[in-house]
């Protein structure tokens, strides 16, 4: 029996060690790969502003959904998304694993909410014949507006301004139409007053002029003083530069530059001239296209399209807004017959003072987000501010954690000639990180900068390879 008992020895003690084992470390973990795949992207209608997305796991264990927009969110568990604007919705899906499955890969899909079709006029102006007026309308979703007239014995209107002109007593109807939507307005015409100089002019703007050095002048509100305005007369501030015409605009020519003057428009009539409006900045708009090339995407570059006013009497930049291509993805058609993903850009939240080859501008950039996390923070990865081009080594904001899934576009403004073809030093400034979903390699963001601005190309190889900037036809 002795022999048999210690045979059994052994036995006991694996059985034992392998409880003690299951004990002290659970279960084994296989981690399966596992993907999810989205069904087809829903399609809200106008003004719609509910949708459903549904996604799955090739592991059969629930996706949660998500989003980093502000103004949508998604239950994460069924994944319906509410809308509070217009714009493109992006739904992220996600499943963590568990016990047999490793984690899967985000996916994302983008839901389109287009909001419009209601037209609301601002209060109607009070007019008598030879007044000048503007009216304003704004679009639900955003969209231009156009003006005209039911009534042209009574008034005139420009189509793009909305800028009344009175002509006769009666009914002024006013039209606006932005696509297929319209409403009117109706501006009861007075009969004109005892004849006497006219107002000082309000709604005043200053523009670029069409040739070099040059600002065009224009009136948007005026009491004419009961007769015809027979001419209109600008002068600068600081003193020195003037004008004046029959007609609006005026042109005003400046002796190199027009940086840093402001213009004041006094309206002369039969009786006299009138006082001077208010100076009023020059503001201009202007279109801009900066690309950066991407030797390993190729025929599709990432390219920022975008516009921006520039006020070149304080040199302020403002609202620089556009949007930017995924180069990653879309089909072999190059910009601008592209069929790439492009993500929304509308907050700037940067302007740098520089001056690149002698001439003074600005670096503005422009955010897909409401902040400037973008890249890591953290300075084991070469991170600074969360942002700043070439830092980070390309991580996604907060990494190894979530992803804001923020992106931005930075370009040079030139002041003193925005229409200039930037210098080699001046495109060197430009630099761009997309870290939303369709811009990620893994945790890696799409960035583009140049070796002499950042000390880096991007993420991909990446940089700089053009900028052209236009006025803004809509000035």
């Known amino acids: 029996m002795t022999p048999h008992v210690k045979s059994a020895v052994p036995v006991l003690l694996a059985v034992a060690l392998a409880a003690l084992d299951a004990c002290d470390h659970g279960p084994r973990i296989e981690a399966r790969p596992q993907t ?51 714009g493109t919705c992006t739904v992220t899906a996600n499943q963590p694993g568990d016990a047999r499955y490793a984690a899967a890969p985000q996916v994302a899909q983008d839901v389109p909410f287009v909001f419009g079709g209601v037209i609301v006029f601002g209060p109607a102006p009070v007019m008598a014949v030879y007044d000048r007026a503007k009216v304003a309308a704004t679009e639900s979703g955003g969209a231009a507006i156009g003006y005209a007239t039911t009534t042209p014995a009574t008034c005139s209107v420009d189509a793009g301004t909305g800028v009344v002109d009175a002509i006769a007593t009666g009914d002024c109807t006013v039209v606006a139409t932005a696509g297929a939507a319209q409403a009117t307005q109706v501006i ?18 200053a523009s670029a002029g069409d040739l070099p050095s040059t600002v065009r002048v224009g009136v948007g509100a005026v009491g004419a003083g009961g ?9 600068s501030s600081p003193a020195g530069l003037a004008a004046a015409g029959s007609t609006l605009p005026v042109t005003v ?21 009138g006082p001077a409006s208010a100076p009023a900045d020059v503001i201009t708009r202007y279109g801009v296209v900066a690309v950066f090339h991407e030797p390993d995407t190729q025929p599709n570059d990432s390219v920022f399209v975008g516009t921006f006013a520039l006020d070149s009497s304080t040199g302020v930049v403002s609202g620089l807004a556009g949007r930017l291509s995924e180069s990653m993805t879309g ?29 003074p501008g600005w670096l503005v950039t422009t955010f897909r987000l409401g902040t400037t996390a973008t890249l890591s923070a953290d300075p084991r990865f070469g991170g600074t501010d969360g942002w700043a081009p070439g830092s980070g080594m390309g991580l996604h904001f907060g990494y190894p954690g979530a ?12 002041t003193g000639d925005p229409t200039a073809s930037p210098t080699q030093a001046q ?26 601005g950042y000390g880096t190309v991007g993420t991909m190889g990446g940089y700089p390879a053009s900028q052209s900037t236009t006025r803004d036809p809509g000035r």
């Open 227 to 235: 007769s015809p305005i027979t001419a209109w007369a600008v002068t």
């Open 253 to 273: 020519e400046c002796p190199a530059s027009c940086a840093g003057y402001r213009f004041s428009v006094a309206a002369t009539n039969a009786v006299g001239t």
């Open 427 to 452: 495109l060197d400034g430009l630099a761009y990180a997309d870290c939303a979903p369709g811009g990620m390699m893994g945790a890696s963001c799409m960035t583009g900068t140049s070796v002499a």
């Open 403 to 414: 992803n804001p899934g923020n992106a931005y576009a930075r370009i040079f403004v030139n």
């Open 331 to 359: 089909g072999p058609t190059a910009y601008p017959n592209d069929t790439m993903t492009w993500i929304a850009l509308g907050h700037q939240l940067s302007a740098v003072a520089v001056t690149r080859d002698g001439a």
């Open 36 to 86: 999810i795949t989205f069904g087809p992207a829903p399609s809200p209608a106008v003004n719609e502003t509910t949708a459903t997305v549904s996604a799955t796991a090739s592991s059969g264990l629930p996706v949660r959904y998500g989003t980093t927009e502000p103004w949508c969110t998604v239950d994460p568990a069924t994944g319906a998304v509410t809308a509070t604007a217009a």
């Open 188 to 205: 009861s015409v007075a009969a004109p007053s005892a004849p006497v100089a006219p107002d000082a002019p309000t709604v005043v703007t």
